[in-house]
């Protein structure tokens, strides 16, 4: 059992809340998930940019990493603007203009021990164990203004309780997606042949990746979001609800037999979807709100104003 939560501000504005109130969602669907909270946060776009976020640990280890991933990016003509370290990750913002897939797959090698967890001109990913407010806590989350994120708190289930096994997972080799899911892809091993078939890299076992890199797949190939999400209701197999954004647009999808739980509520100034009400209650307290559950087997996209 795991818990998704959404949100876009349709004015597609910068300056919006977006932490804080993906922290108050999450807060309150974390009793679906206690082992590990995450974020996929989109910010201002920076058009002549990249912002890569890996994990590297902690001490000894993170130092090594962080030179290696340096030498890496200056092995691929990709020149560091401004680089940190913060929690257990070391984030750096690149001017690169070369085949991105090529490059993301490359960095996934940069040092042994380090794992890129986004790459995108909007899209920042900061995930840890523990709940919200720790991770909160580890990385500023409240601070982040942005126009629309996505959250998930997961309960681990089929692998172990760390950092990268925790969601949202970024599409890898594709810019400014990601995905936050609950629910199981049960032809998962089919659907990732076909796609290393193409050769497609995977940085873990998960299905929540494998969908991340479907959907950019499609997207890539011309489908709009909506279109890429209508696509996975008809060749992914299992019971599901995801979240799915892009740099200007968030989605869901819901599997045939709706086993998973999902809500949501609109108005004039923004979506917002999650696993639980309680979760939408938290951002409009002491209202009754026109909430509603989408139908089995629906998708749907919102894009935000430019």
């Known amino acids: 059992m795991c818990g998704i939560a959404g949100i876009m501000f349709k004015n597609g504005r910068t300056d919006h809340e977006t932490g804080v109130a993906l922290i108050d969602m999450l807060d309150g669907c974390q009793h679906r998930g206690p082992d590990s909270t995450g974020f996929a946060l989109y910010g201002e776009e920076h058009r002549s940019e990249l912002k ?9 280890e993170a130092n090594e990493s962080e030179a290696l991933i340096k030498t890496a990016l200056e092995a691929h003509d990709a020149e560091i603007v401004e680089d940190k370290r ?8 690149v001017t690169f203009d070369g085949d991105l897939r090529s490059f993301a797959y490359a960095m996934e090698h940069a ?7 986004s790459i995108g001109q909007s899209l920042d990913i900061v995930k ?42 970024w599409a890898t080799g594709f810019s400014d997606v990601a995905i936050v899911h609950n629910g199981q892809i ?34 890539a190939h011309g489908a709009p ?37 999902m809500v949501m509520y609109e108005n004039d ?34 894009s935000k104003s430019t």
């Open 52 to 60: 890569l976020r890996f994990l590297v640990g902690e001490g000894a």
């Open 86 to 93: 913060v929690g257990n990750t070391y984030q750096a913002v």
């Open 111 to 117: 040092a042994p021990d380090a794992k890129v967890i």
């Open 128 to 169: 840890d164990v523990g709940s919200a407010h720790d991770v909160d806590n580890r990385f500023n989350v409240h601070k982040f203004k942005g126009s629309h994120g996505l959250g998930h708190v997961r309960l681990a289930t089929e692998s172990d309780v760390r950092p990268e096994s925790a969601h949202p997972f």
């Open 186 to 219: 049960t032809n998962y091993w089919k659907m990732r042949r076909r796609l290393e078939q193409r050769d497609f890299e995977f940085r873990t076992d998960n299905d929540s990746e494998l969908v991340a890199v479907y959907l950019a797949d499609k997207m």
């Open 225 to 261: 979001l909506r279109e890429a999400l209508k696509s996975s209701i008809e060749d992914l197999d299992g019971t599901f609800s995801f979240l799915a954004s892009t740099k200007d647009e968030i989605g869901y999808a819901k599997d045939n037999l709706a086993a998973k739980p």
């Open 269 to 302: 100034d923004l979506i917002v979807i999650a696993s639980e009400e309680v979760s939408l209650n938290r951002l409009f307290p002491g209202q009754a709100l026109n909430t509603k559950e989408p139908p089995p087997g629906s998708y749907d996209t919102w």
